[in-house]
């Protein structure tokens, strides 16, 4: 097992997406970084943020560290946008 994937297999209930998940999605929500709320989640299993800094770039790790997740009325107006175009309208 490489560093980067030793977490990987840890499971807990995701608060955003309401089902179990591994850290492996966590650590890949965000395409190439991290979902946003991932230090809150997992740092009470193991030290997630030293985790992080380590397997990020530091490029990756600023982009992380500043990004501001969208506000709920954004992301409800992006999920309806987005079921609208599933459905043809």
């Known amino acids: 097992m490489s560093e980067i994937t030793r977490y990987d297999d840890r499971e807990i209930r995701c608060p955003k997406l309401g089902?179990?998940?591994t850290f492996a999605y966590?650590?890949?929500e965000g395409?190439?970084?991290p979902c946003?709320?991932?230090i809150r989640c997992w740092e009470g299993f193991f030290p997630v943020e030293s985790f992080l800094r380590e397997?990020?770039?530091p490029d990756a790790w600023e982009t992380f560290r500043r990004h501001t997740p969208?506000?709920?009325l954004t992301s409800l107006l992006d999920l309806i946008a987005?079921?609208?175009q599933r459905r043809g309208g």
Do not use: I, N
């Open 82 to 84: 987005k079921a609208q």
């Open 31 to 33: 395409g190439e970084l």
């Open 26 to 28: 966590c650590r890949r």
């Open 36 to 38: 946003f709320r991932v």
């Open 70 to 72: 969208p506000d709920k």
């Open 55 to 57: 397997s990020l770039s």
């Open 19 to 21: 089902h179990e998940l």
